[in-house]
């Protein structure tokens, strides 16, 4: 599944850098900037959203960031107008604008599908579900995807209890500027091709913004665990990776 992204500021300066981050990260991904009014002033336009979802129409679904109140207003508003199909395949987050679009932009890089691009960026508003509070399931689209109560990221299921599978690596981080994001993307796009669940310094790999909180500098230890049917080849690719220095 393809997964674009829609990223409403009241400036223009600030979605076009947003998008310009995350393209950093996520370069297949599609991404869209709708900041700023027509006249090129603070404040949101119903044009530039609406043209924004339509230039990510050929995707498989949308999922819009915004930054302020009246940008999700404005950008209800655009949903009223489009064809039933289009609106029906558009879903609004709630997360952060700047962290809910990274970790949005790296989840659809790995191929996630919009419930999984939802549930990462909801990850920077400190919540799992990802879910809609207006009663629209989010696999069905055309609604808001604001979650309604906090908390930390979902559970890890333990699949190692099934096959028995388990291993475990260390490696020291290399690089001079520590775990910072291009790194932790690679490092998140590299844990997402495996099935078994993965953890490093004991939270989820397969997390953008739970790795970068980590905020490991160079020379910490970072020590990653797996279970799973290819734990072990999991464990190999990611301490073979860091040992690169991700390739900086």
Known sequence: MSVGILVVSHSAAVAQGTVDIAAQMAGDVRLVAAGGTEDGGIGTSFEAITAGIEDLATTDAVVVLCDLGSAYLTTDTALDFLDEDLRDRVHVSDAPLVEGT???????????DVAAVLAAAATAGG???????????????????????????????????????????????????????????????????HDAVVRV?????????????????????????????????????LVGLVRSGFGE
């Open 102 to 112: 990274v970790a949005a932009a790296v989840a659809a890089q790995t191929g996630g």
């Open 127 to 193: 919540s799992a579900t990802g879910g809609a509070t207006d009663g629209t399931d989010v696999a069905e689209g055309g609604g808001a995807s604001r979650p309604e109560q906090p908390g930390g990221p979902a559970p890890l299921a333990d699949t190692g209890a099934a096959d028995g599978t388990v291993a475990s690596g260390t490696a020291e981080l290399v690089n001079a500027s520590g775990l910072h994001a291009r790194p932790a993307a690679e490092f998140v796009k590299a844990a997402a091709r």
């Open 201 to 237: 310094n004991g939270v989820d790999a397969k997390s953008l913004l739970a790795i970068m909180a980590l905020a490991l500098p160079q020379g910490a230890t970072v020590t990653i665990e797996a279970s799973g049917t290819d734990a072990q080849d999991a464990v190999d690719e």
